[in-house]
């Protein structure tokens, strides 16, 4: 999963989160070890970055649901 959110620059805090998330990791608990969950505004991805982005999920999205 990583890999695939790289491919469309989404990396650093925001890869270990989706990863800690998809691992089934409690964030709420963990949430005081992260200092910044999102990149500041002007670093916001275009329109198509984020269709790409929820293009790559939502496969996996689907098989941590039927799971």
């Known amino acids: 999963m990583s890999a695939a959110l790289l491919t469309i620059r989404i990396a650093g805090t925001e890869v270990h989160v989706v990863s ?34 929820v293009a790559h999920l939502e496969p996996r999205a689907a098989k941590l649901v039927v799971r």
């Open 20 to 53: 800690a998330s998809a691992s089934g990791i409690d964030l709420a608990e963990s949430l005081g070890l992260i200092r910044r969950l999102a990149a500041p505004p002007y670093d916001a991805p275009s329109c198509e970055k984020a269709d790409d982005l």
